[in-house]
Every structure is written in structure tokens, then in C-alpha cells.
């Protein structure tokens, strides 16, 4: 790779931060071309992506970056790749920690969102969190037992008072 292949890598790392909800940095060493381009198929599903590059490369394009990027950084060792999150950063979370399970060559070495860098542990719960859906469907419950449970109480306040 020449100078400027890899500054145009560079380049798109840096846009790939500037334009994803999050990124996970994941180890993939062992696994094979296959099972690779697998995980890739499934992450296009979920509108994420991931990017192979050098540990240098990733580096240098989050040298400039702000927002909890650049501590991100300091993780980038070894035979690492990233996945960029364009939608549910937990719906992404889940995806590699279920793959992780059934690949045991991958795993999540961290991730950054909301400006913040989350080690493998705080990852995984995060991927442990049910999904919107079910998080707005308990609150619809909750927020209906409480009106349903102040309607019984006014209509026996009513009553009382017809007695």
C-alpha cells in the first residue's frame, strides 16, 4: 500500500467516526475469509459496516477526532477491525456479541458512542438491554397501570358519593 492509499484510507476512517452513531473495535484474528464476509452480510442488514485496516491507520485518523474518539484509540492493538453503526448502536452490540458466541475467534475489545468510550464489559451489557421496542412497550404498561389505577380510584371516590 502507498502513501496515498493509505492517506485515502485514513480519510475514510476519519468520515466513517464523523458519520456513525458508534464503532466497535472487535478482534477477529483466527477467523477465516468466510466467517468474516458472514459477519459483514449481517452487519449490512442491521446498516452497519466493517472496516479492516492497520492498527497504525486507525490510529492516525482518530488523532484529529474529538468526542471520546481519541481514547478510543489507545485500544487499537493487534489484528483489530471496526464496525460503524449507522443505526441502534445495542441492536449492533447484541449482533457481534451473538456472533462472538458462535465465532469464538471474534471478540469486542471496546466501543464509543454518545461520546463516551465503553470497555468490552460495559459493551456487552449494553447488548444485554432489551431492545426500543420492548423498552417503549414497558412503558406504555407502566404509564397505563398508573392512569388505569387512578380511574378505579375516582370512580370509587364517585360512587361514595351517589351512596
Do not use: C
Not at 484510507?9 to 464523523?18: I, K
Amino acid at each position: 500500500m502507498n502513501r496515498s492509499e493509505k492517506q485515502e484510507l485514513v480519510s475514510v476512517l476519519r468520515s466513517d467516526f464523523s458519520g456513525s452513531t458508534g464503532a466497535f473495535l472487535v478482534n477477529y484474528k483466527g477467523m477465516s475469509v468466510a466467517q468474516v464476509e458472514k459477519l459483514r452480510t449481517q452487519l449490512r442488514g442491521l446498516d452497519a459496516h466493517f472496516r479492516v485496516a492497520k492498527a497504525r491507520l486507525m490510529r492516525i485518523a482518530v488523532e484529529e477526532l474529538d468526542g471520546g474518539v481519541k481514547e478510543f484509540g489507545s485500544n487499537f492493538e493487534g489484528q483489530v477491525g471496526l464496525v460503524f453503526s449507522h443505526g441502534d448502536v445495542a441492536r449492533i452490540a447484541k449482533k457481534l456479541f451473538d456472533y462472538a458466541r458462535e465465532v469464538n475467534a471474534l471478540s469486542v475489545v471496546s466501543s464509543v458512542f454518545e461520546n463516551r468510550v465503553w470497555n468490552a464489559e460495559q459493551t456487552k451489557a449494553i447488548a444485554n438491554l432489551p431492545s426500543r421496542e420492548v423498552l417503549l412497550t414497558q412503558l406504555a404498561i407502566s404509564l397505563n397501570a398508573s392512569i388505569a389505577g387512578l380511574a378505579r380510584v375516582l370512580n370509587k371516590v364517585a360512587e361514595a358519593k351517589q351512596a
